[in-house]
């Protein structure tokens, strides 16, 4: 047993010899260079979308991969990010970097004040009331008029391009770098918590809850902490979605299908699994923004059907995600034998 | 504010609080079977909604004649549902099983938006219409018979549930499906009747709701986040606490609709909700 433990702590965080570490890199320089490439602003678009949500599922799966709790109404984050950066900037003229932590302040509040009479319970109860919430919030914000009620919140535009108000109107490269650096952060920061003892003990919880507590792992506050982190993870997309789009209202930023999509490219790519929204995202976001091209503007959920028929084959056939189907040692760091 | 009104909005939430138990008296059944939440719930009353809608459109039919069709119809529903899809996933994580039911009431809801639009219609002209004057308390006939019918449709369930042979069957199924498959109970055919008769309530509440209701695609989702909180709030798995929840959340619902704003009256039934799994998180009659 303690020689085990040695290993485990002899073992280097980064494995420099490592095959997957140089495919990522690589990846990472191409994604910063291709804008360079003169892609047109559909390009540009999709790859911010994908950008965005993978952000947004990983962010689902860091409560509902680690901690084992379905949250349905994620999209409430996504909106209190939205609209704490636009109110901010336009009723005091604060810059949105500074309330993009507002955003993520507020929804942290809130994630407490939900998460700690919610998770203490079982799953459904939490699910339930997680989608209760999500659309109490889009109820709340249809009628409060400091917020501009129904009708949303048009962000006052600056005449040129600006980085201190975080708009650009002449490209769309200057937000695929905003995007592509909150995605890269994301992504190190929970691929950190995914190895470090948090994210261990957050598995723990999920794995098997009477177990944990046995092993003296607050079983409640544990699942509040995923909470948090991930209601924190949500708000900034929402607060650049919403200087991206310059124009929130709450059936847009509330809307269930954020909820929705979450969920599904968490559960297609692969749930529990720090890659998996990457892989759903990259799927997912490209059929939707096409469909919506060649088959939407007709008032049909075209995408929607996809949506629903793709999670239900993903449930019955490959719980894990489409990253099962990548053999495992290539994942992980090899064992030391 | 007088003594009248308040009669009138008593009146009126007890009407929707039995449709209320009646919607969440299946979901329950469900929960209690095989623990699995039905999160298509609200897509099969619209679904039930629409049978009615288009046997009256289409062939002339008035809701109150189509009501065994839309009967059958959702319960062949729910064997299909159990067959395609739950089947694969009894043993499978919660969080699988909600997500797959999740998906399942997207694929319906946008199925229906791209077959009928989202225009939203109703039943013209049907066999019930009118209202009822009691002294000065209006009575929907609609609404009164639609409340009349859930409420006998659910001592319909209850007694099928408690005293006939395939009741008892499907209450040992949900005690331990082990040793009920041991006794010669198939669990496979119980679950699947379980969900023909957890739509087939569905059924009931959703042909009778077609006589006075708005018809349209996302009609389902607030009947169906009531139906939620009824389960929760009678507790998971019992099914005459959903009676004593669903008209909890009809009178909460109307007398805050009331009192304070209808606009907010989602947050009332969410509050009442909070309130409920926090105190009694086993609700008020529930098993675990």
Redesign the interface.
């Given at each position: 047993m303690d020689n085990k433990l040695e290993i485990a702590k002899s073992e280097p965080i980064w494995n420099t010899n490592n095959r997957v570490i140089s495919i990522i890199a690589g990846l990472v320089i191409l994604l910063f260079a291709l804008p360079l490439f003169g892609m047109n602003s559909f390009y540009l678009h999709l790859f911010i979308m994908i950008f965005m949500h993978a952000v947004m599922a990983q962010s689902w799966n860091v409560i509902?991969g680690f901690s084992?709790q379905?949250s349905?109404g994620h999209g409430a984050f996504f909106g209190i990010g939205a609209y704490a950066t636009s109110f901010f900037y336009m009723e005091y003229g604060i810059t949105p970097w500074i309330s993009i932590f507002f955003g993520m302040f507020v929804s942290g509040i809130f994630a407490v004040l939900i998460g700690i009479?919610?998770l203490?319970?079982s799953?459904?109860?939490f699910?339930?009331?997680t989608?209760?919430?999500g659309?109490?919030f889009q109820?709340?914000f249809q009628?409060w008029d400091l917020v501009g009620a129904a009708s949303g919140l048009w962000v006052t535009m600056t005449p040129e391009d600006s980085w201190s108000a975080l708009q650009f109107h002449s490209s769309k490269a200057p937000y695929y770098y905003v995007f592509l650096i909150f995605f890269l952060i994301t992504f190190f920061l929970v691929w950190l918590l995914s190895r470090s003892k948090l994210g261990y003990r957050l598995r723990a919880v999920r794995d098997d809850p009477q177990a944990a507590l046995s092993l003296c792992i607050n079983v409640s506050n544990y699942k509040i902490i995923a909470y948090v982190i991930s209601a924190m993870i949500m708000a900034p997309m929402g607060s650049l979605f919403a200087q991206y789009i310059l124009i929130i209202d709450p059936d847009r930023v509330f809307n269930?299908e954020i909820s929705?999509i979450v969920?599904?490219i968490t559960?297609l790519g692969g749930?529990g699994n720090v890659w998996g929204p990457i892989i759903g995202a990259a799927i997912l976001v490209p059929i939707s923004e096409y469909s919506r091209i060649y088959l939407g503007g007709t008032?049909?959920?075209?995408d929607?059907?996809f949506?629903?028929?793709?999670?239900?084959i993903?449930?019955?056939f490959r719980?894990n995600g489409l990253i099962s189907f990548i053999p495992k040692d290539i994942l992980e760091r090899k064992k030391q034998r | 504010m007088t003594s009248e009104i308040i009669i009138q909005a008593i009146v009126t939430g007890l009407m929707m609080g039995l449709i209320y138990a009646l919607i969440a008296a299946g979901l329950s059944l469900i929960?209690g079977l095989m623990e699995i939440?039905n999160?298509a719930h609200g897509e099969h009353l619209m679904l039930s909604m629409f049978s009615s809608f288009w046997l009256w459109s289409l062939f002339g039919l008035d809701p109150l004649f189509s009501i065994p069709i839309t009967i059958l119809l959702l319960a062949f529903c729910g064997i299909v549902t159990h067959y395609f899809?739950i089947r694969?996933?009894l043993k499978?994580?919660?969080?699988?099983?909600?997500?797959?039911t999740?998906?399942?009431?997207?694929?319906?809801?946008?199925?229906a938006?791209?077959l009928w639009?989202?225009d939203f219609r109703n039943v013209d002209k049907p066999l019930l219409e009118g209202r009822i004057e009691i002294g000065s308390v209006f009575i929907g006939q609609p609404q009164l018979y639609a409340s009349l019918v859930c409420l006998v449709a659910f001592f319909g369930l209850y007694w099928f549930v408690t005293k006939t042979e395939t009741g008892l069957a499907l209450q040992a199924t949900a005690q331990d499906r082990h040793a009920a498959e041991i006794l010669g109970i198939p669990s496979n055919k119980m679950f699947a009747i379980g969900w023909a008769i957890g739509l087939g309530c569905v059924g009931v509440a959703g042909g009778m709701m077609a006589n006075y209701f708005f018809i349209f695609t996302d009609v389902g989702?607030n009947f169906a986040?009531f139906a939620?909180?009824a389960v929760?709030l009678g507790g998971?798995g019992s099914i005459i606490g959903c009676l004593y929840a669903g008209i909890i959340i009809g009178l909460v619902e109307s007398l805050g609709g009331l009192l304070i704003d209808p606009?907010?009256k989602?947050?009332y039934?969410?509050a009442i909700?909070?309130l409920v799994?926090?105190y009694k998180?086993q609700g008020l009659f529930g098993r675990y």
């Open positions: 509902a084992g379905i349905l009479p919610m203490r319970l799953g459904h109860y699910a339930i009331a989608l209760l919430i659309i109490s109820v709340v009628r269930i929705i969920l599904l559960v749930i008032g049909g959920a075209v929607l059907i949506y629903g028929l793709i999670l239900m993903i449930c019955i719980p | 929960f939440v999160f899809l694969y996933i499978a994580k919660m969080l699988i099983q909600i997500c797959a999740f998906g399942l009431s997207i694929f319906i809801r946008s199925i938006q791209l639009t989202p989702i986040l939620f909180v929760a998971f606009s907010f989602l947050l039934v969410f909700y909070l799994v926090i998180p």
